[in-house]
């Protein structure tokens, strides 16, 4: 029987806090969720597929990954990695990389002309593959990271909602079910399941995402210094006293 560690048991009670809280998953759910091969995907499945297995309603999970930047070898292992859960997995053709060729402004951020293209071809894939909700693998420190990039660099007091409606596509719904996992916690958990760890071999992310690696050394020193300012960031996010706000 297996026994879960200590971070298996706090990502489970994290994922499952925030899934009833906000009511991420309700019955007769079909979830597509979107697989890039990091750790973070990588423990979406996991938990998802698990609780799939036990709770008390039932929903439906379809793994999709988007063919961009993936070699065969690579394919393969995401291939492997989703049948070891069982789950339904698709790889979805695309023009993601034309769309940049072809759009994406002098001096733009690659990264996120690149994740909002990701995202409407997982609305598309959502919609193809008969689900009303998509799910991400953001986590906590990627929420307090571009809720900072977004005062800092955008001048808006935006952050990621745990659940979002699509806009200009029908009936379907974005939802962050680790949302209140911290990354540390998720390097460990992947550490001790061995899944099959597959990075972007796109040359311009390094070039290009040097703003968000800038606010995580920024946020990550912060936290050393005054330790809990992490938490005090995200209880921000939740405590908005608009009356106040300029």
């Known amino acids: 029987m297996h026994k879960p560690t200590k971070v298996e048991v706090r990502l ?6 925030i899934i009833y809280d906000r009511k991420l998953i309700e019955n007769g759910d079909k979830i597509l969720i979107g697989l890039s091969g990091g750790k973070d995907s990588w423990t979406l499945c996991y938990f998802l597929n698990e609780f799939r297995k036990k709770a008390p309603i039932d929903f439906e999970v379809h793994v999709c990954t988007l063919d961009v930047y993936y070699d065969d070898n ?10 070891s859960l069982g789950l339904e997995y698709s790889i979805y053709d695309n023009q ?11 001096g733009s951020s690659h990264c996120s002309f690149c994740a909002r293209l990701r995202r409407a071809y997982l609305y598309e894939a959502a919609q193809k593959f008969g689900c009303n909700k998509v799910a991400l693998g953001h ?11 977004n005062i800092f660099y955008q001048g808006r007091t935006i952050g990621m909602p745990a659940k979002l409606k699509a806009t200009n596509v029908e ?15 998720i390097v460990k958990f992947v550490g001790e399941k061995e899944f099959p760890i597959v990075k972007c071999n796109c040359e311009d992310t390094v070039k290009t995402d040097v703003r968000r690696q800038y606010v995580k050394e920024f946020l990550s020193k912060l936290e050393e210094e005054n330790e809990g300012v992490k938490q005090t960031i995200l209880t921000s996010m939740q405590n908005v006293v608009a009356d106040h706000i300029f």
């Open 139 to 149: 986590h906590l420190d990627d929420a307090i990271e571009t809720y900072v990039m």
């Open 12 to 17: 489970n009670r994290d994922i499952g806090k």
């Open 96 to 106: 993601i990389l034309e769309v940049i060729k072809d759009k994406k402004r002098e």
């Open 74 to 83: 690579q394919k393969n292992l995401l291939r492997q990695g989703v049948a």
């Open 171 to 185: 009936g379907v719904e974005l939802i962050r079910p680790l949302l209140l996992c911290k990354e540390g916690d």
